[in-house]
């Protein structure tokens, strides 16, 4: 005999609120709203934007903008970003020139050149970020530059383009710990990324490198990525706390306290990072302009 017993639904996962150190005002005002209206004007797209940085405000008003070059489809699908996937569209061969005559119009006096993944381009765009580089650089002879570029698969070629046209600073994230790559990163490799450091470094570069905590890592693996860092000469590491973009996206497994942060701060410090930059809302270009 079967019972006619009520359904009970068991209701979804809660999101966990947001302490108050991660509240912060969106950007707004006239000279913000200029800036957008000039972005858009030459069709181009800013990380500070795409990625919901808590920090754009701050970062547009002290002269510094992350542009993002390649369109705005990336081939990847890493479980913590908030650019779309998919298949990207034809590059645009103007867009090296549009990017470093919105630097002139805006003032720039540090820009952060990054990208989407172009995994189906055979250079992977490097070609791109090469020539955006070199027009940036006659526009604005006075701006320095840093680049913010994807592990190109581990392909040298391709790294070797970028540095030949001779950036400030070379920029390339870790993002998290090797365990958690198949669920974060699931088409990047954790040696990739410090072969690029590697590299770079290798070349007289100034290297810089950026970690997301509170995805699930734990204390010794995050401190043993930062001994490997540390071991590649890495200049400069920036320490943040994971925001869930939207509810596809991965949750945050905690939030760091200020407190941790401070102390992951003076660990980097002592293992010998020439700058370190952390807290919770501490992105990649967080006073990137202080770093050259």
Same mark, same amino acid.
């Given at each position: 005999m079967l019972l006619d017993l009520p359904i009970v639904e068991t209701p979804a996962p809660q999101r966990q609120p947001r302490p108050a150190w991660l509240k912060v005002k969106l950007p707004s005002g006239e000279t913000h709203d200029h800036l957008r209206r000039l972005i858009r004007s030459k069709s181009l797209h800013t990380v500070c934007e795409e990625a919901r940085c808590p920090n754009m405000g701050e970062c547009w008003n002290a002269g510094t903008a992350t542009f993002m070059i390649l369109g705005d489809t990336c081939t990847r699908s890493c479980g913590f970003c908030s650019i779309k996937t998919g298949r990207p569209n034809a590059l645009d061969p103007d867009e090296p020139r549009h990017v470093a005559e919105a630097i002139f119009a805006m003032k720039v006096r540090h820009a952060v050149i990054t990208s989407v993944d172009r995994d189906e381009l055979k250079d992977g765009g490097s070609m791109q970020f090469a020539e955006t580089i070199r027009q940036v650089r006659n526009f604005n002879?006075?701006?320095t530059i840093e680049v913010l570029?994807?592990?190109?698969?581990?392909?040298?070629?391709? &790294?070797? $383009?970028?540095?030949?046209?001779?950036?400030?600073?070379?920029n390339h994230n870790t993002e998290t710990v090797p365990s958690l790559y198949r669920k974060v990163r699931p088409q990047a490799r954790y040696h990739w990324s410090l072969?690029?450091?590697?590299?770079?470094?290798q070349a007289g570069f100034q290297t810089k490198t950026g970690i997301m905590l509170g995805l699930g890592e734990e204390r010794e693996e995050?401190?043993?990525v930062m001994r490997d860092l540390a071991e590649e000469k890495v200049d400069i590491l920036t320490l943040g706390q994971y925001l869930q973009p939207t509810k596809a996206h991965l949750p945050v497994h905690r939030y760091v306290l200020p407190s941790e942060f401070q102390e992951l701060h003076d660990i980097g410090i002592e293992m010998g990072f020439r700058i370190v930059e952390a807290?919770? &809302?501490? $992105?990649?270009?967080?006073?990137?302009?202080?770093?050259?």
């Open positions: 002879p006075g701006t570029i994807p592990d190109f698969k581990g392909k040298a070629e391709c &790294l070797d $383009r970028i540095l030949e046209a001779g950036p400030d600073i070379l072969a690029v450091l590697r590299r770079a470094k995050l401190l043993s807290g919770p &809302l501490v $992105r990649s270009s967080y006073h990137a302009e202080r770093h050259v």
